[in-house]
């Protein structure tokens, strides 16, 4: 595969991974749709926390990596490490909830952007 369609790939992927986190959580604040919010308000500012932090260094680091800056690399490899440990742990979640559909798919992103860092690995070390 050529490198520069897999750079593409995995630029648009995390930007779109990132949008996606972010639309989706200012969608259930503004809805008041996290519970959390009266029942556990420390946890769940600190969580949201961490989303905000992954879903903005994911759109940063496609931005960055498609474009070539010299900080697209390092900020691409630290949100998909962040973005690998936000799906395995909703996953997690949503599997104590049996929420079978939830769970599946926060596996497969697990399983896609495990592939997408490994490929970005072997094009940064010319591998490919």
Do not use: C
């Not at 926390?49 to 879903?55: G, H, N, Q, V």
């Not at 799906?87 to 949503?94: K, L, S």
């Amino acid at each position: 595969m050529n490198k520069i369609i897999i750079e593409l790939i995995a630029s648009i992927y995390i930007i779109l991974i990132g949008v996606a986190m972010l639309s989706m959580w200012l969608f259930l604040l503004i809805k008041r749709e996290v519970p959390e919010l009266k029942t556990k308000p420390t946890q769940i500012f600190f969580h949201l926390i961490a989303e905000f932090l992954t879903s903005t260094m994911l759109i940063l680091g496609g931005i960055g990596y498609i474009t070539n800056q010299s900080w697209g690399v390092a900020i691409f490899f630290i949100a998909i490490g962040m973005t690998i440990y936000s799906t395995i742990n909703a996953a997690g979640f949503y599997g104590q909830l049996k929420d079978w559909p939830i769970f599946i798919t926060l596996l497969v992103f697990t399983l896609i952007s495990l592939l997408i860092m490994s490929l970005i690995i072997l094009v940064e070390f010319q591998v490919l």
